[in-house]
């Protein structure tokens, strides 16, 4: 190997390209300097966002939609402080994101420097894992361990906080060969004879459930997902952030789980003897109330993350591996068992289809639609129309992101881009470009409140400014919805701080940045403004004035259990006279 | 009920603020804390003793796992091992005393490692309850400065080291087959 002098910002370059980093969402400062200096003329390219949070949410999106590393940058300080939530929401959501931040000198560190923050310290909680180089002899091994680290294994982010003076020294750079983590364990294979047993059990059982969740995405296993759901002809649900993972059209797919799911999946979960939990955990909003939640179920549980196998619920036959490898196994060892065990409990299996069936009749996710009013699900039906399954949808968080969930469909993984664990407002503009930067060719859709919107007007510049074809739908309703709603139920409705009495008008704050924007209010205009926006190149905001009390039901209130769900508002009751 | 977690940890900066997040982030209070250098330089044993709800001890060792700079996380609660922990004490005592303090030091296998006309300076070793013993003992005599070190322990098990292999740095290492290298547990 060739080995030349060059300066830490270079050789950070070097390590990127190596890695095949193609673009980096930054905000440059005082002691990145140097490393925007070798960015002049390096081909990586830069997008110069509006505010650091806003990077590595664009990270997470290109992360998200890829399953690529999203890398971001800033400068110390402010700048690596307003990257915490991004990364916290990276965490939560298990996304490969490397965050590169500046730091002051080495020789002022712990001095309170001009623009210092510990962010080693600050970010240790909220990464998988944290560097800071003190030394630029450190700094291609560290750059190499930290994309390995944020990819492999269950991905998250990791940050690298590197001083100016490493930044700028000079040294003779080698490529580094290999790298050593010897504490950084990944179980990949999965146990063999917990892989039978769980093939086994899936036969034996009478009512077994497919309970998929992000792991399956991260783990590009959708493909064994849907084998495993076929050969068992199991009903299945994803999570929020599974969606996609089975396609939304497949007779299986009984939609999304928990608070805001589907009836006939919040009742299957709770009636199968057999709940097969398949890269997921167990979260309070798919749960609801944990004592309570599929009573009557055996647990299997595969996760890469050992320390998911029973932390909410207890797994009778826990399975830690990677999600692809161990299905793909799995599917075959069912295939084996199938000749003799599948017909042992087919009048079971057919009344728990027909018991599901049944559900789906009973309650299915019904759009609201009305004459006068453009209602909040109605716009999530004429998103999915024009998706037809598509389009990438990155959401912000809310209730616009419950009815998007419910009503818009999925013909394949990483097309659902959303802040789940964290719940991070703001999140949707963002990871929208991120998106559209990591996929020129798809049509893709940020979807926001009119509040989450107002988080991220400053990247409109962004978007205006790269051209970005992204379509940003604001489902306005004049509140912070999702905490109005629970205000109406829980608080005798008592609406304290979430009128958003004064929005920009859409078209005029568009035309501000150079791109096309508009308002609709009446329901048949909203078919075709939303051609409108699609057909329009490069980026359109349309503003969708929505019903304002409108809540999203099915609901699991806190502290219920899933299978006490409110289904609908409360229906007015007939008075005698 | 306390509980005894040995670690062993890479000899890093900021592996121990890692290692104490994981309690912290709960809001457990450490009750004891010993690190030092193995015969490896590059690695370091811990000794946490903590109270724990025993229901959260399993998964506050496989958080402790997951942690890149630690090896190895072994629970000693329940299992064969031998704890000890050191005291050093200072006792301000009169004459009359003197004789009594060394006769009580001798049960308690203490050496003295300062003498002076105000008193003695006593090292004792020994599981933590004999120490608190050893302790109000010699309160008894006067007043007394006391540091104790904290508890060291060692299992009577051996655990076999399993160590992830080194991998290829690069793009190259694509997700999969970055996990090739990667042993099965």
């Known amino acids: 190997m060739s080995s030349n002098l060059m300066s830490g910002a270079r050789m950070l370059l070097e390590c990127l390209t190596r890695e095949g980093v193609e673009c980096l969402f930054g905000y440059p400062g005082g002691v990145t300097l140097p490393f925007y200096d070798a960015l002049y003329e390096h081909p990586i390219r830069h997008v110069l966002v509006r ?126 060969g290999s790298i050593h983590l010897p504490g950084y364990k990944i179980y990949t294979e999965g146990h063999t004879g917990q892989i039978r047993r769980a093939a086994q059990m899936m036969w034996e059982s009478s009512r077994p459930m497919v309970y998929a969740g992000g792991g399956i995405v991260a783990a590009e296993a959708s493909g064994e997902l849907r084998e495993l759901v076929e050969t068992l002809d199991a009903p299945a649900v994803c999570t929020l952030m599974a969606l996609g993972a089975m396609p939304s059209s497949h007779r299986n797919f009984i939609s999304m789980p928990g608070m805001h799911g589907s009836y006939a999946a919040n009742m299957a979960m709770t ?185 991220s007007i400053p990247e409109l510049a962004t978007i205006a400014n790269h051209g970005l074809p992204v379509k940003i739908i604001v489902m306005n309703n004049g509140h912070l919805g999702m905490v109005r709603q629970w205000q109406d139920l829980f608080y005798n409705n008592r609406l304290s701080a979430v009128q958003l009495d004064t929005f920009p008008d859409a078209q005029k704050l568009a035309s501000a940045y150079g791109i096309k924007g508009r308002t609709v209010e009446s329901p048949i205009e909203l078919a075709p403004a939303l051609q409108q926006a699609v057909d329009e190149p490069g980026p359109y905001l349309l503003n969708v004035k929505v019903s304002p009390f409108e809540n999203v039901y099915p609901m699991v209130p806190a502290g219920a259990a899933i299978n006490e769900m409110v289904l609908g508002p409360p229906q007015p009751v007939a008075v005698p006279k | 009920m306390l509980q005894v977690i040995s670690l062993l940890v890479e000899n890093k900066p900021g592996a121990l603020m890692r290692v104490t997040g994981v309690l912290s982030a709960r809001g457990y209070n450490i009750e004891s804390l010993t690190v030092a250098r193995t015969l490896d330089p590059g690695l370091s044993r811990m000794t946490i003793v903590v109270d724990v709800d025993p229901s959260l001890r399993r998964q506050v060792i496989k958080q402790m796992n997951k942690l890149v700079n630690v090896l190895q996380v072994s629970d000693l609660s329940e299992s064969p091992a031998v704890a000890r922990e050191m005291v050093l004490l200072r006792v301000r005592t009169n004459l009359d005393n003197r004789t009594a303090i060394l006769k009580e030091a001798e049960i308690f296998s203490a050496r003295v490692v300062d003498s002076s006309v105000e008193g003695f300076a006593l090292e004792a070793t020994g599981a933590p309850e004999k120490l608190d013993e050893f302790i109000d003992v010699m309160r008894s005599y006067g007043e007394i400065e006391v540091t104790r070190s904290g508890m060291v322990a060692v299992s009577l098990e051996s655990k076999k080291l399993r160590l992830a292999p080194p991998i290829l740095a690069g793009a190259e290492s694509s997700r999969i087959d970055s996990r090739n290298g990667v042993f099965n547990g």
Not at chain 1, 64 to 82: F, L, R
Not at chain 1, 272 to 299: E, K, Q, S
Not at chain 1, 363 to 379: D, R, W, Y
Request: glycine share 8%; with cysteine.
């Open chain 1, 271 to 455: 009636g199968c003897d057999l709940l097969i939990a398949l890269g997921t955990r167990f979260d309070d909003r798919v749960t609801g109330r944990l004592a309570a939640f599929a009573p009557h179920a055996r647990i299997i549980h595969l996760d890469i993350d050992p320390s998911e196998i029973g932390k909410n619920r207890n797994a009778d036959l826990p399975i830690v591996g990677d999600a692809k490898r161990v299905l793909s196994k799995l599917n075959k060892v069912l295939a084996e068992l199938q000749p003799s065990l599948a017909q042992q409990n087919s009048d079971a299996r057919r009344a728990w289809w027909k018991q599901i069936r049944d559900w789906q009749d009973q309650n299915p996710l019904q759009p609201v639609i009305s004459a006068s009013e453009i209602k909040p699900q109605h716009l999530m039906l004429e998103i999915d129309r024009i998706s037809n399954g598509e389009a990438i949808v990155c959401s912000d968080v809310g209730q616009h992101q419950m009815w998007a969930a419910q009503f818009i469909r999925f013909n394949r993984p990483r097309h659902w881009v959303c802040s789940g664990g964290l719940g991070s407002m703001g999140f949707g503009v963002p990871s929208a470009m991120g998106a559209a930067f990591a996929n020129p060719d798809k049509l893709i859709f940020a979807i926001c409140g009119d509040g989450g919107f107002q988080m």
């Open chain 1, 51 to 176: 505010h650091e949070e806003n990077a590595v949410f664009a990270a997470s999106g290109y992360a998200m939609s890829t399953g690529k590393v999203g890398v971001c940058c800033a400068t110390s300080g402010p700048g690596a402080t307003n990257l915490v939530t991004g990364l916290v929401n990276a965490m939560m959501d298990s996304t490969p994101v490397v965050a590169l931040t500046g730091q002051v000198s080495t020789k002022l560190i712990g001095s309170d420097a001009f623009q210092e923050a510990d962010t080693f310290g600050i970010t240790r909680s909220c990464t998988k894992h944290n560097y800071l180089v003190m030394s630029v002899a450190d700094l291609p091994r560290v750059i190499h361990e930290a994309f390995h680290l944020a990819k492999s294994g269950r991905p998250g982010p990791v940050l690298v906080d590197i001083p100016k003076d490493v930044f700028a020294a000079q040294t003779h750079y080698t490529p580094v």
